[in-house]
């Protein structure tokens, strides 16, 4: 069984974290049957933005990394205090722990944001949200920001924005499965 964590801040965005819960959930079902996601966070109760609550199934701290294959962050807003949560030590140190054991990690939009302060990026090409202020901050981090919707640069992706969140999912799901099965899952939810 693959497993991947999904890691969440407070302020997360619900839909982006929402498609990693569908994609791994339809081929836990649907698909080649082989892949299982759980969630964690620094606190047992991460409020999104926009306010609904979610109980994660483990804390950072409780975390084996050796247990699982990948790692998914999705973005959030500022506003509801993704940052505080995203840019905490104990939040990098587990980022820089899956990329140390070369595992998948994806992000979606600004969830690239921990990974480049986490030191992963440096030198390495990525992308997040399509917005100067964010482009720029990802380029102090030492990474080579490309103008593209989804990159892929040694078994990191990172994406633009919401609209990139579904296919994001389905090439985690290509990277710990096959593509074969990837696209039964794209085809069977309609993409």
Not at 7 to 30: C, K, M, Q, R
Not at 66 to 80: C, K, Q, S, W
Request: glycine share 8%; with cysteine.
């Amino acid at each position: 069984m693959k497993k991947v964590l999904l890691l969440l801040a407070n302020g997360f965005e619900t839909f982006e974290a929402s498609v990693f819960i569908d994609i791994i959930g339809w081929n836990l079902v649907e698909g080649d049957c082989s892949t299982q996601l759980f969630t964690c966070g620094l606190n047992k109760e991460i409020k999104s933005s926009f306010n609904q609550e979610l109980v994660v199934d483990f804390l950072i701290d409780e975390v084996n990394i050796d247990d699982f294959d990948a790692l998914a962050i999705p973005g959030g807003f500022e506003v509801y205090g993704f940052y505080d949560d995203a840019y905490a030590e104990i939040f990098l140190e587990l980022i820089r722990g899956f990329k140390s054991k070369n595992k998948i990690i994806a992000s979606i939009c600004v969830g690239a944001l921990p990974l480049g302060k986490s030191g992963i990026l440096k030198d390495k090409k990525g992308t997040t949200y399509n917005s100067i202020v964010r482009r720029e901050a990802l380029t102090d981090f030492g990474v080579h920001v490309l103008n593209q919707p989804i990159v892929l640069d040694d078994n990191v992706i990172t994406s633009w924005n919401p609209a990139t969140a579904i296919e994001v999912a389905l090439l985690l799901l290509e990277l710990l499965t096959s593509k074969n099965n990837a696209d039964n899952i794209r085809k069977l939810m309609g993409f």
